[in-house]
């Protein structure tokens, strides 16, 4: 079954260290999204990008978050000077149409010290 | 502005206690309901899609519904298995996001 991988399973940064992580979407999807979820706390949307551009952000998807889709299967967020509250998981997901469901990878936890 | 509210926050059961969850959303424009399931430090694992009130979706022991102002996710004699936090996710015409609600955090005791 076609399944969402994201890469690492956890990272540890120091507080003002870039990082980058990556997700494989399903093959044939269309949209692909990054969330994030603070311990404890919801799922929240950070941004989605369809047709190679961000088609929505929200409001904690600042200048220091980025994404790209620098080849036909991966995508990537990258964060280029974490904080201390950048500390989460993030999960990456897809989706084959506007409307549809997405499916979620397992997720990368990140640790900022 | 759009919400999505889950309750109870946290449910626990005895095995083959039957029982449902309720999302209940405003949202200015409803383009689709999702539910999830959601296991400790996993990502959120996709269970059912609703678009329109009146329809009905099954699964094993699970069956969600919709009506305009809310959903449930209903548990027939669920078993330890089923322990899971469960999410509801909506989103709006017009946007690509989803928005999510906080979850209910189901507890099935053997």
């Known amino acids: 079954e076609p399944e969402v991988t994201q890469t690492p399973s956890h990272q540890v940064t120091q507080m003002g260290q870039e990082v980058i992580l990556r997700c494989v979407p399903i093959s044939n999807h269309l949209y692909f999204y990054w969330y994030r979820q603070i311990l404890g706390q919801k799922v929240e949307f950070l941004v989605s990008f369809y047709n190679n551009e961000i088609s929505e952000k929200s409001e904690i998807f600042d200048d220091q978050f980025s994404v790209e889709r620098p080849d036909g299967s991966n995508f990537t967020l990258k964060i280029r000077s974490t904080k201390l509250e950048d500390s989460a998981m993030y999960f990456c997901?897809?989706?084959?149409?506007?409307?549809?469901?997405?499916?979620f990878g397992q997720g990368t936890r990140l640790t900022v010290v | 502005e759009d919400q999505v509210t889950q309750s109870p926050e946290a449910l626990r059961l005895q095995e083959g206690e039957s029982s449902s969850l309720n999302c209940s959303y405003t949202v200015s424009g409803l383009r689709g309901l999702f539910w999830y399931r959601q296991d400790p430090g996993k990502g959120p694992e996709f269970l059912f899609t609703?678009?329109?009130a009146g329809e009905e979706k099954e699964k094993e022991r699970l069956k969600a519904t919709l009506t305009k102002k809310e959903s449930f996710l209903h548990i027939t004699a669920p078993k330890p298995e089923d322990s899971a936090t469960y999410l509801c996710?909506?989103?709006?015409?017009?946007?690509?996001?989803?928005?999510f609600g906080k979850g209910t955090r189901l507890h099935i005791l053997p």
């Open positions: 996710a909506v989103q709006v015409r017009g946007d690509d996001k989803i928005i």
């Open positions: 609703l678009y329109s």
């Open positions: 997901a897809s989706s084959g149409l506007r409307g549809t469901e997405a499916f």
